[in-house]
Nanobody
Framework: QLQLVESGGALVQPGGSLRPSCAAS????????IGWFRQAPGKEREGTAC????????YYADSVKGRFTISRDNAKNTVYLQINSLKPEDTAVYYC?????????????????WGQGTRVTVSP
């Protein structure tokens, strides 16, 4: 059974950092592009970053460029999202998703496999 499990969400103060993780079980991540999405209360799920499996090519939403860094450790079957300079508007549930066609993009409709999410709350 293919499964993605996010972890690493927390309550942090503005300006802080977090590094949520996305671990896979039942399959190896190294042939999938992985995207990180987030959904704030009352808002639609939006893409923040993605990484492909061949070249490590990454892509970021304009709203997070310079603060978010996506990376992967294929040996650990895990993808990370480093988030720096956290802002209250970063508060959301963060999800990772896998695209079996190895396409790095932020269109949530084309991702086939999703985790259950990890909550990030940014508040003083």
């Amino acid at each position: 059974q293919l499964q993605l499990v996010e972890s690493g969400g927390a309550l942090v103060q503005p300006g802080g950092s977090l590094r949520p993780s996305c671990a896979a079980s039942g399959f190896t991540l190294d042939i999938y592009a992985i995207g990180w999405f987030r959904q704030a209360p009352g808002k639609e799920r939006e893409g923040t970053a993605c990484i492909d499996s061949y070249d490590g090519i990454t892509y970021y939403a304009d709203s997070v460029k310079g603060r978010f860094t996506i990376s992967r450790d294929n040996a650990k079957n895990t993808v990370y999202l480093q988030i720096n300079s956290l802002k209250p508007e970063d508060t959301a549930v963060y999800y990772c998703a896998a695209d079996p066609w190895n396409r790095c993009h932020l269109d949530r409709d084309d991702y086939d496999y999703w985790g259950q999410g990890t909550r990030v709350t940014v508040s003083p």
